[in-house]
């Protein structure tokens, strides 16, 4: 009697983009590395796709024709949880915080490299999957700040009992930074935790998720006392904030 072989379930992935001769290239190279990709050229369709099928992961052209990128992915994030990695000729520090403020967890300039593309969301997609692991193996995991609760096995969180809207991106950096309450975390140590990369210097994002999480968690986003910037080095969450 043989073996019966295990049956290996592929990521899919979903590229929006209307550049046919593009996302066909871009298509093949992501499945000869074993993701089941499929591409929509139709804005007009994209939303219900991401909503009936739910990929794994999303790439989005911002400029397309029709409706925009961005709007797709903001519009998208109200029922979608997963990965989302927009792309776009402009590469401007102004254009990635708006991408990542819709809700994007990356942002690639159109000429790069199909390769760094697939780093890019394989690096997403192992947080998501980290993300999976810790909800089975730490079902307890569960913080309280005062008004402040958070809780990694139900990915949420709640200030005064009414529940704060958080993209998974943003869940993943406040689970990161309150877990490690009164200890400093360097970008680079951000970075490695939550994307699999190295820190370049320049990537924007954690201070764009910082910037946005500060006021959905009762702090002031001027004169920060929960989530402090520590000049040169990083963020401090503060466990025992003084009202």
Do not use: P, W
């Given at each position: 009697m043989g073996y019966k072989?295990?049956?290996?379930?592929?990521?899919?992935?979903?590229?929006?983009?209307?550049?046919?001769?593009?996302?066909?290239?871009?298509?093949?190279?992501?499945?000869?590395?074993?993701?089941?990709?499929?591409?929509?050229t139709e804005t007009s369709t994209a939303l219900s796709r991401i909503r009936d099928e739910k990929p794994d992961l999303i790439l989005i052209e911002v400029d397309l024709r029709g409706e925009s990128g961005l709007t797709?992915?903001?519009?998208?994030?109200?029922?979608?949880?997963?990965?989302?990695?927009?792309?776009?000729h402009r590469t401007d520090e102004l254009d990635q915080v708006l991408g990542l403020d819709m809700g994007a967890d990356d942002y690639v300039a159109r000429k790069t490299s199909p390769r760094l593309i697939l780093a890019r969301c394989q690096a997403?997609?192992?947080?998501?999957?980290?993300?999976?692991?810790?909800?089975?193996?730490?079902?307890?995991?569960?913080?309280?700040?005062?008004d402040l609760v958070i809780d990694n096995t139900m990915r949420e969180a709640w200030l005064d009992r009414n529940p704060i809207d958080l993209t998974s991106a943003e869940f993943d950096l406040l689970w990161l930074l309150s877990s490690h309450a009164g200890e400093v975390l360097?970008?680079?140590?951000?970075?490695?935790?939550?994307?699999?990369?190295?820190?370049?210097?320049?990537?924007?994002?954690?201070?764009?998720?910082?910037?946005?999480i500060r006021p959905k968690v009762g702090d002031d986003p001027i004169h920060p006392r929960r989530i402090k910037t520590v000049r040169s080095k990083g963020y401090l969450f503060v466990g025992d904030v003084k009202h």
């Open positions: 072989a295990e049956t290996v379930v592929k990521k899919r992935i979903l590229i929006v983009d209307d550049d046919v001769e593009y996302a066909s290239h871009l298509r093949d190279y992501l499945s000869s590395n074993e993701y089941d990709v499929e591409v929509e797709i992915c903001k519009l998208s994030r109200k029922d979608f949880s997963g990965g989302i990695v927009l792309m776009s997403i997609l192992r947080r998501a999957d980290r993300a999976t692991m810790a909800e089975l193996t730490h079902s307890d995991d569960r913080l309280e700040f005062g360097t970008r680079e140590q951000i970075f490695s935790q939550l994307r699999g990369i190295e820190y370049d210097g320049q990537d924007r994002s954690v201070d764009v998720r910082v910037s946005r």
